[in-house]
């Protein structure tokens, strides 16, 4: 199996692109659901995030408060990383441990959207190859506003907090650009696909990956045979 990821900045369409790959039968691993999963009321980050930011956080519901919390980590750079601090170890568990469950289901490839890939750089060495969802400055400025309600310093604030999308673009495999209609989009995402789905790459790591457990198993019965090491009550 082999992983690619597709990040972008807030509000360029990343969902779109990844609908594509949902909609032909390749597994989505959505790093934003995760994170409103595991803030949950009752789960252990939610407690955390309410120790370290207070009541003022949470909605009458108990759930938290986005818009506020928002504000507050986007205004100040140590309270985005303390927050960061209580849910990107927990994301990152959960995004491996469902790699992993998709891997032993037998799956030729997955993808991840995930849209901190470079500025947390934790899953770099896993992924095969990186897609960037970009667009216009302004037009990404104007999506922002449109879906949140936000002044246009807060969506600002929010855009400049991630790596520029230009550095993305250049660090990718592919740049798939969401300046069109919908329908150019999904024609882009649909064309890598393809080209995914021709590639061998899940037959490559699969055997090196074999490989790599035979030299393990070899390698320990040929020092337990050599340094008789196994216990007296496993021989014959």
């Known amino acids: 199996m082999f992983i690619v990821a597709v990040t972008g900045g807030i509000a360029t369409g990343k969902s779109t692109v990844t609908s ?10 959505d790093a934003d659901k995760i994170a409103r999963e595991i803030v949950e009321p009752g789960q252990p980050c939610w407690h955390k995030i309410r120790a370290a930011f207070g009541d003022e956080v949470l909605l009458p519901s108990k759930e938290l408060n986005r818009a506020v919390l928002g504000r507050l980590i986007f205004e100040n750079k140590e309270l985005r990383g303390k927050l960061n601090q209580i849910t990107h170890p927990v994301i990152h568990r959960t995004i491996f441990w469902r790699i992993f469950k998709l891997f032993m289901s037998g799956h ?3 993808v991840l959207d995930l849209p901190l890939l ?3 750089g934790i899953l770099m060495d896993f992924i095969h190859k990186i ?10 400025l104007l999506r922002l506003l449109a ?3 936000l002044s246009e310093m807060e969506a600002r604030n929010r855009i400049d907090s991630q790596m520029p999308l230009e550095k993305k673009c250049e660090k990718s495999h592919f740049v798939v650009n969401n300046n069109g209609d919908v329908d150019e989009t999904e024609a882009a995402a649909m064309r890598i696909y393809t ?26 019965i040929f020092l337990s045979t050599t340094f008789d090491v196994w216990p007296k009550s496993w021989r014959l």
């Open 147 to 149: 879906r949140n309600e």
């Open 195 to 220: 080209m995914m789905q021709e590639s061998k790459q899940h037959w490559y790591n699969r055997f090196s990956l074999l490989g790599i457990i035979l030299i393990v198993c070899i390698t320990i």
């Open 20 to 29: 594509v790959f949902e909609r032909h039968g390749i597994p989505v691993i």
């Open 118 to 120: 470079f500025e947390t």
């Open 108 to 110: 030729a490839w997955i």
């Open 131 to 140: 897609v960037t969802v970009s667009c216009d400055s302004d037009k990404q």
